[in-house]
């Protein structure tokens, strides 16, 4: 089967959209499909054999957060043009509503078309605005997907319809039997936290906050931070006790990342909302890292209401240190909750989820007819002119 995915958001920039389209490309691939990706992205930088460019993104604000997607008439024309060129068997849309890639997807097609939901967000009336101009994206969807019980929530509530709940997946094999970074854990006990440093919401500031109680009981203790932001910045901000249990390593690569799960003793995931699943928490225990997280619905449902790992009550910088301070003086629970949390997160191996997205497309794809670009009467036919599509944009 040939497939079409589309990554709404930069394929260079860390997110877990990003992860799952990645992921789910790669597991499709070992399965025997053929698979294209479109995603924004500069065309300077290089990029997997089955990722195509649609073009430079620009930093938005949506759904709490910055997100760098791409839109516009160059954008428009590289989306139909692959089209074009994929003759894919269907076209598998992520977020099909962002302001990017993926609503001109649905837009410029025709045929089997698969949308999946990741994000849970609230009802506005940004939203009730935006519901004519959905349904003209949604129209052409065949069939739906939701990760997580949020993100159903929220097809349902603002645009009506149902979804198929399929979680993300993880890639287990990626995960543990690798070295510990440099140093690390050392002497006393590690925490690690990973998620964009200036983001309120990633939790970074409640997880800082609870830190001298838990150096208060365990002077050792040391947190190891990774991800986007201006550490510089951040850095100064702290005092200077505090700066000196943290260390920064900024954008980290995949591999870095495996490395640092096993450095810690703790996973710690401090999110204040807006999150509909939890990828980095399977990560996390599929690394044999216990996974401390804050009791936010999404996270509840991954550590498998508790027993695949320990919660605290979300944005309580004090319960924070108390659950973290029974986990690091009770080694027992600790190796109870790494074999817990490798369990759970067996149960979402990319293997077996892949297959649950292939039994989806199989639905779709009965009569045989194949994904087509549809430039007639489409709203997307106002952003870009056929007669300039065969010139290099």
Wanted: overall charge negative; some cysteine.
């Amino acid at each position: 089967m040939r497939v079409g995915l589309v990554c709404p958001y930069d394929w260079s920039a860390p997110g877990g959209v990003q992860a799952h389209v990645r992921d789910l490309a790669v597991a499709l691939q070992r399965l025997g499909h053929e698979v294209s990706v479109l995603a924004p992205c500069d065309d300077d930088i290089e990029l997997p054999p089955y990722v195509v460019s649609a073009g430079r993104a620009v930093t938005l604000s949506y759904n709490g957060s910055k997100a760098k997607v791409a839109f516009g008439p160059v954008t428009t024309r590289r989306v139909r043009r692959w089209l074009r060129n994929g003759r894919f068997d269907v076209l598998h849309v992520h977020e099909p509503l962002s302001p990017s890639v993926s609503i001109l997807s649905c837009w410029s097609a025709r045929g089997p078309v698969v949308a999946t939901w990741h994000s849970s967000m609230q009802r506005s009336r940004a939203l009730a605005a935006m519901y004519p101009l959905a349904q003209t994206a949604l129209e052409k969807v065949s069939a739906r997907i939701a990760v997580s019980e949020a993100a159903r929530q929220t097809l349902v509530e603002h645009m009506g319809g149902d979804a198929v709940l399929i979680p993300n997946g993880v890639d287990c094999s990626a995960f543990g039997g690798v070295d510990p970074l440099p140093g690390w854990p050392g002497e006393g006990h590690a925490l690690f936290f990973i998620g964009r440093i200036d983001e309120p919401r990633k939790g970074l500031p409640v997880l800082l906050e609870a830190l001298p109680a838990i150096a208060a009981r365990h002077p050792g203790v040391r947190l190891l931070v990774a991800g986007p932001g201006d550490v510089e910045e951040f850095r100064e901000s702290l005092s200077p006790d505090l700066a000196s249990r943290v260390e920064f390593l900024g954008l980290v690569t995949e591999d870095v990342k495996a490395r640092a799960f096993v450095s810690a003793e703790v996973y710690v995931a401090p999110n204040t909302g807006g999150e509909s699943f939890g990828i980095v928490l399977l990560e996390a225990m599929a690394s044999g890292t216990p996974v401390l997280a804050s009791d936010i619905e999404a996270f509840r449902r991954v550590v498998d209401g508790g027993r695949a790992g320990a919660t605290f009550v979300n944005e309580d910088p004090a319960d924070l240190a108390r659950v973290a301070i029974a986990l690091l003086d009770d080694a027992e629970e600790r190796a109870r909750l790494s074999r817990e949390g490798l369990r759970r997160a067996r149960e979402f191996d990319w293997e077996t989820v892949a297959k649950r997205v292939v039994e989806v497309y199989d639905a779709v794809t009965v009569t045989g007819e194949r994904v087509t670009e549809d430039f007639r009467g489409q709203l997307v036919g106002r952003l870009s002119r056929p007669d300039r599509d065969d010139r290099g944009e």
